[in-house]
């Protein structure tokens, strides 16, 4: 599963890059880059968070739906953005205080999340964090660590 994760950001981080690329073609970027950078974007924050939260003996355990949940407000809200008609001006209508593309990218994008993860987190306390032996393990590596230094 790291290997896949590294995949992920190596090959999502790419994207990114093709999709900034296309921004000197002549005539402007093409509507693919705008999801190639999507795609990108979804891939290499699924990526880091893996990374961060998966266990050597144990992958993701429970964080699989949370994670999943992300990747579908992520990549959903996206793809909201760009599917949604071109601006109306004055006339665009308003979600909670602000037109429709900025509140999907501060709200769904950017506020979702920290909602989500923190308590899926919290739900998966007990079970990603260190095991009693685990913890024997961490401590006899300091023990040993601590006399080799007083030799």
């Given at each position: 599963m790291?290997r896949?994760?590294?995949?992920?950001?190596?090959l999502s981080?790419?994207?990114i890059?093709v999709?900034y690329a296309?921004?000197?073609?002549?005539g402007?970027?093409?509507?693919?880059?705008a999801w190639l950078?999507a795609?990108?974007?979804t891939g290499?924050?699924?990526?880091?968070?893996?990374l961060?939260a998966?266990?050597?003996?144990r992958?993701?355990g429970?964080?699989?739906?949370?994670f999943?949940?992300m990747t579908?407000?992520?990549?959903?809200?996206l793809a909201?953005?760009?599917?949604?008609?071109?601006d109306?001006g004055?006339?665009?209508?308003?979600?909670?205080?602000l037109?429709r593309r900025?509140?999907?990218?501060?709200y769904?994008?950017?506020l979702?999340?920290?909602?989500?993860?923190p308590?899926?987190?919290?739900?998966t306390f007990a079970?990603?964090?260190?095991?009693?032996?685990?913890?024997?393990?961490?401590?006899h590596?300091?023990?040993?660590?601590?006399?080799?230094?007083?030799?």
């Open positions: 790291r896949a994760a590294v995949a992920a950001i190596v981080t790419c994207a890059g999709s296309t921004a000197f073609f002549a402007g970027a093409p509507m693919w880059a950078f795609v990108g974007m290499t924050i699924l990526g880091t968070l893996t961060g998966m266990r050597r003996d992958g993701l429970r964080l699989v739906i949370p999943i949940i579908v407000l992520l990549g959903g809200g909201a953005v760009f599917l949604l008609p071109a109306l004055a006339a665009e209508p308003l979600l909670l205080g037109p900025a509140a999907i990218v501060l769904v994008i950017g979702l999340p920290i909602l989500v993860l308590v899926a987190y919290a739900l079970d990603q964090t260190l095991r009693p032996d685990d913890l024997e393990r961490v401590l590596a300091a023990r040993a660590a601590r006399a080799e230094a007083a030799r």
